[in-house]
């Protein structure tokens, strides 16, 4: 006998009122379950200027305001990412539901005492990791559980961007370096299409040229050799040195994936749908920047039309509060598989200083 979920009306805080923090009020203030929103940044009139947009209750400069507020069960963390951690602790030590952007932090550390906290939290929490719900990623997910490929032996995968946006990721926290806050997308999916397969060693080489010469300490190209437990292995890429006015406006990747009954290629460079225009196309991450040429659909998180937000990010977001509402399973990224993707991405990037391979405890 079918029975229907019990219902409960959320009330959401959002903490950090940056571009993905307006996104996903904007698209919480839409879902039928919520009735009450808070919003707080340390820019407070970043916060009513997304209050205003969203049509939020409650705007606040103080994150701990926002979320101890008796009208907020739920929160979505969307702060800077050196910032997660003390508004994530607070809100589960209040037993909320969390969401909170990637990584789930910038140290191993912070990431453990997060979990920590969940073991005696009555609240839960996801991480967003929005590329799991991009279309081409689930299909590539459910090929893998029907057995089509068989044992996975190999996965390659690179991923480039454009220095504009490498550049706005570094001024806003040095720590969010490709690697560590993009290439995680791509160790996410290794997480999520191979989760009882964990990675057991690391190899990586970085080259710096054009960043390192902007004064950041981040390298152009950082290429890795995964080994996972059962030997197959992971050869994954980043580059986010592409000239500023590269048509991409976001990511542009390919996987492919390679098994002893198949193999699976995924092009994800968006090149199949082009504008050209002399009238500029905006950045959806980055304002000051627009170009002429662009890869349409190339915006990681989805794109507007219809005066809507259409995209992965947009059905993460439904997918959670449907979750908050109803306790209907959702597909996020669980604050284990987030742990993990930071333990990897911090070991590419000292097997890179170091020169050596970094084993990983399984």
Known sequence: MFHSPQRQQLGIAVIGAGRIGTMRARLAAQHPAVNFIAVS?????????????????????????????????????????????????????????????????????????????????????????????????????????????????????????????????????????????SLTYYIDFVNWWLPNNPVTEVWARGQGGVIRDAGYDCDDVTFAVLTLADGALVNCNVSFALPEKYPSLGYCGRIEIIGKDGVLLIDDDHMEQLLYTEKSIPHIYLPEVSVNMAFLGSSAPGDWAGGEFWGPLASETRNWLDYAATGKPCALTTPQEARSNLEVTLAIEEAVQTGESVRLAR
């Open 41 to 181: 940044d340390l820019n407070r009139d970043a916060a009513q200027a997304l209050a205003d947009k969203a049509g939020a209750q409650f705007v606040a400069s103080s994150n701990r305001e926002a979320i101890e507020h008796p009208s907020v069960n739920t929160v979505i963390v969307s702060t800077s990412e050196h910032e997660h951690t003390e508004a994530v602790l607070m809100a589960l030590a209040l037993g909320k539901k969390v969401l909170v952007e990637k990584p789930i932090a910038l140290k191993l550390e912070d990431a453990d005492k997060i979990l920590r906290a969940l073991e005696t939290s009555s609240g839960s929490l996801h991480v967003g990791y929005s590329r799991r719900f991009k279309r081409r990623y689930l299909l590539a997910k459910e090929q893998i559980v029907q057995g089509r490929l068989g044992t996975i032996t190999g996965i390659s995968a690179r991923l480039y961007n454009s220095r504009a946006q490498v550049f706005a990721m570094l001024k806003r926290d040095p720590g969010a370096t490709p690697v560590v806050d």
